[in-house]
């Protein structure tokens, strides 16, 4: 089994920045794609951004030159850095981890990002 942690979303105004972490609980990361997911009001679950096993990097388009996604091998974690938040990227963000190989996953609990004034 394997445990991810979100943590560090909240409250930010308009144009500010946050940093969403992902703790794993063992080293997933040399056979596992990472990625960040975000879940609107209302809405469908949905890709924001991805890192593969080999550190190559995808972003949804709307979030593209905004968000970055990074992973550190060594304390087993992933980060999401925002920045030029809008209130449209409000949402829970959710951390996955997906084994390409047998398209099998774990979701973490979720943080809430709220961007308002």
């Known amino acids: 089994q394997v445990q991810l942690v979100e943590s560090w979303g909240g409250l930010v105004q308009p144009g500010g920045s946050l940093r969403l972490s992902c703790v794993v609980s063992r080293f997933i990361f040399s056979i596992y794609q990472m990625g960040w997911y975000r879940e609107i009001r209302g809405k469908q679950r949905e890709s924001v951004a991805l890192?593969?096993?080999?550190?190559?990097?995808n972003y949804a388009d709307s979030v593209k030159g905004r968000f970055t996604i990074s992973k550190d091998n060594a304390l087993n974690t992933v980060y999401l850095q925002m920045n030029s938040l809008k209130p449209e990227d409000t949402a829970v963000y959710y951390c996955?981890?997906?084994?390409?190989?047998?398209?099998?996953?774990?979701w973490g609990q979720g943080t809430q990002v709220t961007v308002s004034s």
């Open positions: 996955n981890a997906w084994n390409v190989r047998t398209t099998t996953g774990y």
């Open positions: 890192i593969t096993s080999a550190g190559v990097t």
